[in-house]
């Protein structure tokens, strides 16, 4: 089944564990092989440049290590990578870039630290402020608000608002069922396959939800947003006699 997703939308990806959802995001990205073919803008992915399509596509991996030693400034500057010669040092429009972001994910205070000393949630918010230092139109993101505590989430939601009103495209697999929820569009993923993809208020989307998970899940609208509800697993009594 083919699967589109339209420029200046957010689409959510959800299922179970084991769904697919990471590979999914990972073909896309074109960092695993596909059978079929992706395109982006239009032109197939494996026609792009690299440095082209890393302008154009920016990702952000599930639990990414690396560059423990290296302070929040200087990671979220690889961003800028993208847009910078080889070896050139970084302008004033990269260092605004930079510092807009770490302030969009309200890092900017730890930028002289470095990221191995940072919390989970601090290390996820200057990785998602490298993400956003890249500019680009499509924003790919793995399970982007892990450690992340409600007030922040609230600040990545409104990131993410503000990417789609200017253009841009964000794709996110999210185990939050009730921030996927606030998406344009949801996918939902089961055993691999793609079981339905369509808008996140419409009745079929939520059914879909509900198939995917067994039913264990309820979904409700509650003050004009949708929430889903674990139900409690009914195959086996509740007590024994």
Same mark, same amino acid.
């Given at each position: 089944?083919?699967?589109?997703?339209?420029?200046?939308?957010?689409?959510?990806?959800?299922?179970?564990?084991?769904?697919?959802?990471?590979?999914?995001?990972?073909?896309?990205?074109? %960092? !695993?092989?596909?059978?079929?073919?992706?395109? =982006?803008?239009?032109?197939?992915?494996? *026609? &792009?440049? $690299?440095?082209? @399509? /890393?302008?154009?596509?920016?990702?952000?991996?599930?639990?990414?290590?690396?560059?423990?030693?290296?302070?929040?400034?200087?990671?979220?500057?690889?961003?800028?990578?993208?847009?910078?010669?080889?070896?050139?040092?970084?302008?004033?429009?990269?260092?605004?870039?930079?510092?807009?972001?770490?302030?969009?994910?309200?890092?900017?205070?730890?930028?002289?630290?470095?990221?191995?000393?940072?919390?989970?949630?601090?290390?996820?918010?200057?990785?998602?402020?490298?993400?956003?230092?890249?500019?680009?139109?499509? %924003? !790919?993101?793995?399970?982007?608000?892990?450690? =992340?505590?409600?007030?922040?989430?609230? *600040? &990545?939601? $409104?990131?993410? @608002? /503000?990417?789609?009103?200017?253009?841009?495209?964000?794709?996110?697999?999210?185990?939050?069922?009730?921030?996927?929820?606030?998406?344009?569009?949801?996918?939902?993923?089961?055993?691999?396959?793609?079981?339905?993809?369509?808008?996140?208020?419409?009745?079929?989307?939520?059914?879909?939800?509900?198939?995917?998970?067994?039913?264990?899940?309820?979904?409700?609208?509650?003050?004009?947003?949708?929430?889903?509800?674990?139900?409690?697993?009914?195959?086996?009594?509740?007590?024994?006699?």
């Amino acid at each position: 089944m083919a699967l589109e997703l339209p420029q200046g939308r957010w689409c959510a990806v959800v299922g179970p564990n084991g769904a697919g959802k990471s590979t999914l995001l990972r073909v896309l990205a074109g %960092l !695993l092989p596909c059978q079929g073919q992706i395109s =982006l803008w239009g032109r197939p992915l494996h *026609d &792009w440049p $690299a440095r082209a @399509r /890393a302008r154009q596509l920016a990702w952000l991996g599930q639990q990414e290590g690396g560059g423990e030693d290296l302070l929040a400034w200087d990671i979220a500057m690889l961003g800028r990578l993208p847009h910078r010669p080889w070896l050139a040092d970084a302008s004033a429009h990269d260092q605004a870039i930079v510092a807009d972001a770490l302030r969009s994910m309200q890092v900017w205070a730890l930028r002289g630290r470095r990221l191995g000393e940072l919390s989970g949630g601090e290390r996820q918010r200057v990785l998602l402020a490298r993400l956003l230092a890249v500019q680009a139109p499509l %924003l !790919l993101m793995d399970e982007p608000l892990a450690h =992340l505590d409600p007030p922040h989430q609230a *600040d &990545w939601l $409104a990131v993410v @608002r /503000a990417q789609v009103a200017a253009g841009g495209t964000v794709v996110s697999v999210l185990h939050e069922l009730n921030m996927a929820l606030a998406a344009d569009d949801i996918v939902v993923l089961r055993a691999g396959r793609l079981l339905h993809h369509g808008p996140a208020a419409c009745p079929h989307t939520h059914a879909a939800l509900r198939a995917a998970f067994d039913g264990r899940i309820s979904i409700r609208q509650l003050e004009r947003q949708w929430v889903a509800l674990p139900q409690p697993d009914r195959s086996e009594p509740d007590h024994a006699d």
